[in-house]
């Protein structure tokens, strides 16, 4: 009996460990989300209102939505001015302005 009851306790140990901890909130919709507890891959979708508070927070992502200078060259809204952080000076890559398309985003395995 003392070997099953030893058996059952390392066999709930690994269950436990295998399944991803995840944290679960309430948006401002009134959605339930339950999210990742340490989000590896983080792709923002929003400049200013989501990869600058990511920044912020000690959690950028690793590619976000940007804007486009009339010269070509894209830049995170205000970014550079808040955190001393942009797309020359980091690894965050640019997915688009505007009407990202999630499936090349998943596509390229961003």
Known sequence: MRWFVSLLLLLTGAVSAAAPQTQT????????????LH?????????????????????????????TRPDGSHYLRSSAQLTGVDFDNSDIRFIGTADIDLEAVAAAGI
């Open 39 to 67: 989000p590896q891959r983080i792709v923002s979708m929003h400049d200013l209102d989501i990869t600058i508070p990511l920044i912020e927070l000690g959690a950028p992502p690793i590619a976000s939505h940007g804007r």
């Open 25 to 36: 909130f309430t948006d401002d919709l009134g959605r339930t989300v339950t999210v990742p």
